[in-house]
């Protein structure tokens, strides 16, 4: 069984268009979050949530929005694609906020044209 | 400015030797630090955890220390093996922000 699955795994589009990346966790835990990772490898966390409840948001342009409908899933929409935002972007969870360690997702490997 | 620094990007070393890898960081205070693997196409596996008050940690073949005076972390890898080859991320708990913070890795190849 998958711990962290995301889909999907590969996402090549045209810019301007508008896309959703997908994250489920079947662990039971109840902090999600996305994070971006470019070119060069680094890392950064875009978004947090707790329990269906956004607790960290990143300086990320709003046309990034998270959303969780429930503490199992947490989607990720971006409005007007730009090629900048080409990228790997991975969904981790951890068990609580306070917890240390997170398991991530396999990645979405995003390519806008 | 907070920063964390891993050195150099890569590292190429000889199947047996012990692998070497360094975090570095500033203007954190970070009540733990974590190590993460990260193989190709693939996303970070957490490897080990070391507190604060915590000098080392030993997980079969890797070993971790923490000096929060010079604040860095080793991570070493002994009698390492070409399957041992992958990026390595250090990651901070930044306990202010509520998250960790990664640092940009370090990819270690282990040649036969």
């Known amino acids: 069984d998958t711990a962290v699955s995301q889909t999907p795994k590969y996402l090549v589009t045209q810019m301007g268009n508008d896309k959703s990346i997908k994250c489920e966790q079947n662990l039971g835990h109840d902090t999600m979050y996305w994070y971006k990772q470019d070119s060069k490898k680094f890392l950064k966390i875009m978004f947090s949530?707790?329990?269906?409840?956004?607790?960290i948001n990143e300086t990320v342009p709003n046309r990034f929005s998270p959303k969780s409908p429930d503490k199992a899933h947490l989607n990720l929409h971006i409005n007007s694609l730009e090629l900048g935002d080409s990228a790997v972007y991975f969904c981790?969870?951890?068990?609580?906020?306070?917890?240390?360690?997170?398991?991530f997702g396999p990645g979405t490997r995003l390519l806008v044209l | 400015s907070q920063k964390i620094e891993q050195n150099s990007e890569a590292l190429n070393i000889q199947e047996g030797k012990t692998a070497t890898l360094t975090c570095n960081y500033t203007n954190y205070s970070p009540a733990y630090l974590q190590w993460y693997r990260q193989d190709p196409g693939r996303g970070p596996v957490f490897l080990l955890l070391i507190r604060e008050n915590e000098k080392e940690k030993r997980k079969e073949r890797l070993k971790v220390t923490f000096d929060t005076t010079l604040k860095q972390s080793l991570f070493h890898i002994t009698a390492s093996q070409p399957a041992d080859s992958a990026t390595y991320l250090c990651?901070?708990?930044?306990?202010?922000?509520?998250?960790?913070?990664f640092g940009d890795g370090t990819t270690l190849t282990v040649k036969p």
């Open positions: 990651a901070l708990d930044d306990t202010n922000a509520g998250k960790s913070t």
């Open positions: 981790a969870s951890s068990q609580s906020r306070g917890a240390e360690t997170q398991y």
């Open positions: 949530y707790n329990n269906k409840e956004l607790i």
